[in-house]
């Protein structure tokens, strides 16, 4: 069967062999059968069959089209990450086709051979053989293999372009499906497709001077050029991020003129780690003990009590520690521990903060105040998992009322991974209604850290983009921002 998902379709213009964009999503739509290319039951396994079936625009069903050098390209399944393959580098009429990790072999080459009518033909680099439907069947589920290439209309395609390459941003995506970003943050991208501001600003020790660093194009990736130029031969810190949402929630650090704090609290860095985001350059916001930024949005736009919001963040599991608490999303504007229901933020580290759990982290969990919780309960989440990838999507959802949904996935490849989706806790405290005050807060939890209190952060971790919404997300709008996060390829 095939995995029905959200259906994203924004152009309905065939492509060609010689206006194939590298960045965008394509449909392929058979000539025969009208049926679409299909990773089978959207696996992500390798060796899962490639297949035909009514057309559903699901991620199982989108691929984009990789540069490979003379006049080739892979073809990489957008659910999956994982590219169209040639069984066991066969040259024979009738070799099965399927998807497999990307290890650049001429088997997981093809190039695009025009036929009338903007169908193209897929043309495999190792046999010269071209990709059909089986036997011209019409069928859901009928096979898609390599034949002697003939011009067959069951060896016919047409490339249907589909949301997610340069034409959407998560922020759009969320727009799309009525739950609007009220805050976007990222030193790594544009989070609109149209979003042409800065993205955040550096500090240099040389002469305290600032610059704003923003996107290379509309809804492209971070100025890193600019950030090196200016930065050359002294240290800059990141002093803020700046919303990308146009509600003005700014993420300065805690310790600056706009957002004063204790006396320890610092910016963090901004070179201590560099990255790719679809081959170019960026930065992220590194942040250690010490380090932790802050808006009051609750005025502009954020939403407050129990009124229903939705975040993600782009983190790593390869900088983690169990200090309190790495956290985006919803906090206190009086930057005190206000009691349950007063934050409702990601966290993603490996504190274990009601005891019992499985394993060493790190895991996405709810920060509610008063708790980091797993699921529903101060009770160890059997769902749980450990998410260590260099790159992890998490994300939260919480209708203010009765029900949260928090998951998770690795950023590069696959799709969310659901690790509660139920009843808001009301032990050891009660969390219905939620009582959230609309502060945001990046890199610590809510009680930290005021010049009144004057406590320090305890965390580390790392932050590369994230949103929150108004409204509670869907799960096909999720699944979309997911999507797009793992197609904009962090390396």
């Known amino acids: 069967m095939a995995i029905v998902g959200l259906l994203l379709t924004v152009a309905t213009t065939p492509a060609s062999a ?90 997981q080459q093809f190039r695009l051979a025009d036929s009338d009518g903007g169908y193209v033909r897929l043309i495999n680099r190792n046999s010269n053989k071209a990709v059909e439907v089986q036997n011209a069947a019409t069928n859901d589920g009928a096979n898609v293999v390599q034949y002697s290439d003939w011009g067959g209309s069951n060896q016919q395609w047409q490339l249907v372009r589909v949301d997610g390459g340069t034409g959407s941003g998560p922020c759009d995506l969320y727009s799309a499906g009525g739950t609007p970003c009220v805050a976007a943050h990222s030193t790594t991208r544009a989070l609109y497709s149209a979003y042409n501001g800065d993205l955040y600003q550096v500090r240099r020790s040389s002469d305290n001077t600032t610059r704003n660093i923003g996107a290379l ?38 310790g600056s003129s706009v957002v004063p704090g204790s006396p320890q609290t610092r910016p963090a860095v901004a070179t201590t780690e560099s990255l790719t985001v679809g081959g170019s350059k960026a930065y992220s916001l590194y942040i250690n003990p010490g380090t932790t930024y802050w ?142 005050q609309g502060a945001i807060v990046l890199g610590s939890g809510g009680d930290c850290c005021s010049p009144e209190v004057g406590n320090i952060n305890d965390s580390a971790g790392t932050f590369y983009e994230g949103a929150m919404v108004s409204g509670y997300p869907s799960d096909a709008t999720e699944n979309a921002v997911q999507a797009n996060i793992a197609a904009a390829d962090y390396r």
């Open 217 to 254: 194009t509309p809804g492209g990736v971070a100025n890193a050029a600019a950030q090196d130029s200016f930065c050359a031969n002294t240290t800059c810190v990141i002093t803020v991020l700046f919303d990308q949402s146009g509600h003005g929630n700014d993420l300065w650090y805690q």
């Open 295 to 436: 808006r009051d949005g609750h005025l502009t736009g954020v939403p407050t009590g129990s009124a229903p919001e939705g975040m993600y963040m782009v983190t790593s599991g390869t900088h983690v520690n169990s200090g309190c608490c790495f956290d985006y999303g919803n906090s206190e504007t009086t930057r005190k521990a206000d009691g349950p229901g007063a934050m409702d933020a990601i966290y993603f580290g490996t504190s274990c903060w009601f005891g019992g759990c499985s394993g060493t982290g790190p895991w996405v969990q709810a920060d509610l105040e008063w708790g980091l919780f797993p699921g529903g309960s101060s009770t160890w989440n059997p769902n749980q998992q450990a998410f260590t990838s260099k790159f992890v999507t998490a994300t939260l959802k919480n209708n203010g009322t009765s029900r949260f949904a928090i998951k998770g996935s690795n950023a590069q490849a696959g799709s969310l991974y659901t690790l509660w989706d139920g009843a808001l806790p009301n032990e050891p405290n009660v969390y219905s209604p939620m009582k959230k």
């Open 18 to 107: 010689a206006t194939v964009d590298t960045t965008a999503w394509y449909v392929l739509v058979n000539h025969n059968s009208g049926k679409a290319l299909d990773v089978y039951n959207a696996s992500t396994a390798d060796g899962a069959n490639v297949v035909q079936w009514t057309r559903t625009n699901a991620n199982n069903q989108q691929f984009q089209f990789v540069d490979a050098g003379g006049g080739y390209y892979q073809i990489k399944a957008r659910h999956s990450g994982k590219m169209i393959d040639v069984s066991s580098w066969s040259t024979a009429d009738g070799a099965a086709i399927h998807q497999w990790t990307d290890h650049g072999g001429a088997n």
